[in-house]
Every structure is written in C-alpha cells, then in structure tokens.
C-alpha cells in the first residue's frame, strides 16, 4: 500500500478542537480534515442516519489515499465506529475514535471516583462513555447529561450571548445537582472546549474540566508508536487540506476559531 495522510472526520467544525492537538503533538504528518457542515448536528440523529453518513465520509477521505482515519466527533465514534470498524474496513484500513481515548484515563482527573458527562444526545442514549469507564475504572460513578442546544450554539457563532449564558448555565446545574460529589466534567463534545469561558464561570473551583484534544493526541502518538505497521503508512510532509460538505467560504471564515490559524478548504460533494 502507497503512503498517505492521516485523515480527521467530524460533523462540522468540533473536531477542528481535535486537529489543532493533534497537529501540535505531530507536525511532521500530511492530514486531510472532512467537516461535513451540511449536515450538521448528529447529535439527534438516528444511529442508521449517522452510520450512514460517518461511513460515506470516512470512505471519502480512504478514497483520497488515508489509510488512517480519526473520527473526531463523540456522536459517530458512539453510533458508529464499531460497526465500521466490524463491517466495512478494506484491507490495510484502520479507523479511530475519541471516545475509549478519552476514557483510559480519566480516572487520572477525579479525586471522589465520580465524574459528569457533557455530551450530545445521541453521545448519552448510546451509552457509550458509561460503557467504556466502566472497562477502564469499574469503581468510577458516572453522570450523564445532554446539552442539544450546545452545537448549534457553536454552529452558528452564539458562544457569547446572553441566550448561550442562560442555557450553559442551566444545562450545568442540572448536572451538578445530580451529585454534590462530582469532581470533574468531561466536555464530551468536540464542539465544547469552544464554550469553556462559559463553563468555567458555572463551575465550582474544585471541579476540573476536562478536555479531549490533549488526550485524542497523547493517544494517537502512543498508537502509531505502538502500531509501526500502521505509522508506516502515514505520509510525512507537514501537509495539511481542509474539505466541508458545505460552503467553504463559510468554513473558512469561522474555522480559524476553532483551529487557531487561517485555512483553505475546498468544497466536497456528498
């Protein structure tokens, strides 16, 4: 098989939080980032729907020569990535999700043994954070909570408005009331980290907040480290590409937000 870059699927603009990690911890790679804003949210979608759609991307960016992919978005890493992963991988194919990374050590980051999810609907319906935590550290107590409003939030460039201020605020008691002994709140939304000032204003002090770029990047340095096989394949040129299922203007205008930088993106049809 011929070399390639490692490819970064998400919904939308999230997963751009998960790219600039990762590109920091690994500059010397070629990657390829798919945001598929069109359709955009996944979050309430049905587990088909999105693994229909996460299938249709993630054999795009195959098709543009990745023989690595990462799926930067806890929705289609929760409905469907192992069934990609089961069913549909050509030969010499791997894909990755944000979800058991972010698990493996979260113990790391509570001192009480119990630990709130912010996720998106269709993250917390799938159980999935509940699932995995449970492999890892069986003694940790997990609490759920779905924050619909929290994409289209982002989405639409609303983080610092008194709307955005009031259902932030909400959302956190709500999930704080569950138990006064929560010590740390996963963001588990590639969208999320973007709304942190907000966050950060409704937490208490003792609570920490925990991010996924940070640990999606150790993670996936330690799995090329570990999987020479797969490492061998990823193209290395410091190159970097950007498509968007939805207008690439649009795309460029809000993707330095999340990415830190100025890009170019190209429209992709799906």
Known sequence: MEQGPIGIFDSGYGGL??????????????????????????????????YTYTKECVFELFEMGCNLVVIACNTASAKALRTIQQRDLPPGKK????????????????????????????????????????????????YQHACPLWVPLVENNEINTPEAEYIIAQDLRELLSKSA???????????????????????PNHVRIVAQGPLIASSLTNYLYRHTEIERLCSKNGTMRFFTTDNQRDFQEKAALYFGEEIEASYLKM
């Open 17 to 50: 939080t998960i790219f600039r990690e990762i590109k920091n911890a690994l500059p010397a790679y070629d990657y390829i980032y798919l945001g598929d804003n069109a359709r955009v949210p996944y979050g309430p979608r049905s587990f088909e729907t999105v």
């Open 95 to 142: 894909v990755l999700g944000v979800i058991r990374p972010t698990t493996e050590t979260l113990n790391n980051f509570t001192q009480s043994g119990e630990i709130g999810i912010l996720a998106t609907l269709g993250t917390v319906r799938s159980d999935s954070y509940k699932i995995e935590i449970n492999k890892f550290h069986p003694h940790v107590q997990v």
């Open 181 to 203: 002994n929560i010590d740390a709140l996963v963001l588990a939304c590639t969208h999320y980290p973007l709304l942190s000032p907000v966050i950060e204003r409704y937490v």
